[in-house]
């Protein structure tokens, strides 16, 4: 207890925060141990890592998340997730029925919104998302730092603007709408900027037209394109 007293001043927690910490770790220990019989995992105690596997359609990236997880999971406590596709916000849900609702019934005036002709409706969508995947890096991030490996399937990269990045584009032409997507291309760039770079990243890397033979799922341009 000396000792402790001596040495307070370097903890992360005050004394009493450490010791109902203790409490509380070797309560749920017990409860994992005794009555739900799961086994207890090992955490890194200077924190974890935040793992990245990006690549084209059909390069095999869910395949090596699932398999590193598999494996490390027996040990460490392991998460996975996909940040290309994170779970959806309330926001997120209305935004995109809206934008349903409106192409079904627009594609019969003219008056869809699609990637190539976006509108308010898909440029808010494009927002919804970027702020998904920042909700869902903020948690994974804390995880990480709280000593788990975090292994993420796709990933917000610069340098890769064709699937996770900001779509928003400037228009040119009217001063009013330019400005009003200028307003809106800010904020989607204001949650990608807070997505900072993962501990570690694996790139994998397959042609084309082995992905297309690979990607079934999909049409084969929309994969040959991505791939590319």
Same mark, same amino acid.
């Given at each position: 207890?000396?000792?402790?007293?001596? &040495?307070?001043?370097?903890? /992360?927690?005050?004394?009493?925060?450490?010791?109902?910490? *203790? =409490?509380? #770790?070797?309560?749920?220990?017990?409860?994992?141990?005794?009555?739900?019989?799961?086994?207890?995992?090992?955490?890194?105690?200077?924190?974890?890592?935040?793992?990245?596997?990006?690549?084209?359609?059909?390069?095999?990236?869910?395949?090596?998340?699932?398999?590193?997880?598999?494996?490390?999971?027996?040990?460490?406590?392991?998460?996975?997730?996909?940040?290309?596709?994170?779970?959806?916000?309330?926001?997120?849900?209305?935004?995109?029925?809206?934008?349903?609702?409106?192409?079904?019934?627009?594609?019969?005036?003219?008056?869809?919104?699609?990637?190539?002709?976006?509108? &308010?409706?898909?440029?808010? /969508?494009?927002?919804?998302?970027?702020?998904?995947?920042? *909700? =869902?890096? #903020?948690?994974?991030?804390?995880?990480?730092?709280?000593?788990?490996?975090?292994?993420?399937?796709?990933?917000?990269?610069?340098?890769?603007?064709?699937?996770?990045?900001?779509?928003?584009?400037?228009?040119?032409?009217?001063?009013?709408?330019?400005?009003?997507?200028?307003?809106?291309?800010?904020?989607?760039?204001?949650?990608?900027?807070?997505?900072?770079?993962?501990?570690?990243?694996?790139?994998?890397?397959?042609?084309?037209?082995?992905?297309?033979?690979?990607?079934?799922?999909?049409?084969?341009?929309?994969?040959?394109?991505?791939?590319?």
């Amino acid at each position: 207890q000396r000792l402790e007293k001596e &040495l307070a001043v370097y903890g /992360r927690l005050s004394r009493f925060s450490e010791k109902m910490t *203790r =409490l509380i #770790r070797w309560f749920s220990f017990m409860v994992r141990r005794l009555i739900i019989r799961k086994k207890a995992l090992k955490k890194f105690e200077n924190g974890g890592a935040l793992i990245a596997i990006i690549g084209g359609d059909g390069a095999g990236k869910t395949t090596c998340v699932n398999e590193i997880y598999s494996w490390l999971s027996k040990k460490f406590e392991t998460k996975r997730c996909h940040l290309g596709k994170p779970p959806k916000s309330f926001s997120t849900l209305l935004i995109a029925g809206l934008l349903k609702v409106k192409n079904k019934f627009g594609s019969i005036v003219g008056d869809s919104e699609t990637e190539a002709k976006p509108g &308010l409706l898909q440029n808010l /969508r494009w927002i919804c998302t970027a702020r998904d995947r920042f *909700r =869902l890096y #903020r948690k994974i991030r804390r995880q990480a730092s709280n000593g788990a490996i975090v292994i993420c399937d796709r990933y917000p990269v610069s340098n890769i603007s064709l699937m996770d990045s900001p779509k928003i584009k400037i228009e040119s032409g009217d001063e009013k709408s330019s400005k009003g997507t200028y307003l809106l291309s800010r904020i989607e760039n204001y949650y990608y900027r807070q997505i900072i770079s993962p501990d570690y990243m694996f790139v994998l890397r397959v042609e084309p037209y082995i992905a297309v033979v690979r990607k079934t799922d999909e049409s084969r341009t929309h994969v040959f394109t991505r791939s590319s």
